[in-house]
């Protein structure tokens, strides 16, 4: 069974600071992707990022940056310099070998509010 | 731009009615998944479909059906709504075996409110 586990449900920051959402996940698959979702409050989920299991560089797309280790299971999510804009609820999710990776499962999701 | 439209963004719906709730996609994916999301539960999945016809239960089918006639369309039905079904309603589709390559797209939501 594949679980994804989100420990930080709301999470509050001040306009400029960094933040980082945490994501560990429980997958007995050896190959994997993992994937970030931001949900605004117009509800539409929008695709950030995918990454494969064998695949554990960090990656840097503008303020955001994601770390990947697999010795931790974790999947971890950087807004650097954030913006009011970057308010919404954040989705780490994982899809894997055994559901012929078809199905992804989500975890519980991060609030995040960014107070200007 | 690829899309996927769901009919309703809110709905009303009273205990014990015969409820659709609607989803197209423009993408020609194979796809097509509903889920639900709930305030500390997140998203799970009620039904998915790989093609046409076809249709296999995710994790909490209970209470709902699917229907799949075409490619395009995707209706999720609850037979008898009762109020534990009051919930975000999300339909997303994905391109058969490239799910890891693109993630799922995404519909806006329906938001149902059973009374």
């Known amino acids: 069974a594949q679980k994804v586990t989100q420990a930080q449900t709301e999470i509050s920051v001040v306009e400029k600071e960094d933040v980082t959402l945490d994501c560990v996940y429980e997958?007995?698959?050896?190959?994997?992707?993992l994937f970030w979702y931001k949900q605004p409050p117009s509800g539409e989920l929008v695709f950030l990022i995918r990454r494969n299991s064998f695949d554990e560089q960090n990656e840097i797309s503008g303020r955001y940056s994601w770390n990947f280790q697999k010795s931790t299971s974790s999947f971890n999510f950087t807004i650097t310099a954030s913006q009011v804009v970057d308010s919404a609820v954040y989705f780490c999710?994982?899809?894997?070998?055994?559901?012929?990776?078809?199905?992804?499962?989500f975890g519980i999701g991060t609030k995040l509010q960014v107070i200007p | 731009d690829v899309k996927v439209t769901q009919s309703s963004r809110y709905l009303v719906k009273r205990t014990g009615e015969k409820v659709f709730l609607e989803c197209v996609q423009d993408m020609d994916h194979e796809n097509m998944f509903w889920y639900r999301q709930d305030p500390g539960l997140g998203l799970r999945l009620i039904y998915f479909s790989y093609d046409v016809k076809m249709k296999e239960k995710g994790d909490i089918p209970e209470g709902y059906s699917v229907s799949r006639e075409k490619k395009e369309r995707f209706s999720l039905i609850l037979e008898s709504a009762s109020t534990n079904q009051t919930s975000m309603y999300l339909c997303?589709?994905?391109?058969?075996?490239?799910?890891?390559?693109?993630?799922?797209?995404f519909g806006s939501g329906t938001r149902l409110t059973v009374v």
């Open positions: 997303a589709s994905s391109p058969l075996g490239q799910i890891s390559n693109y993630g799922y797209t």
């Open positions: 999710a994982l899809s894997g070998s055994s559901g012929g990776y078809q199905k992804v499962t």
């Open positions: 997958t007995r698959d050896t190959t994997y992707y």
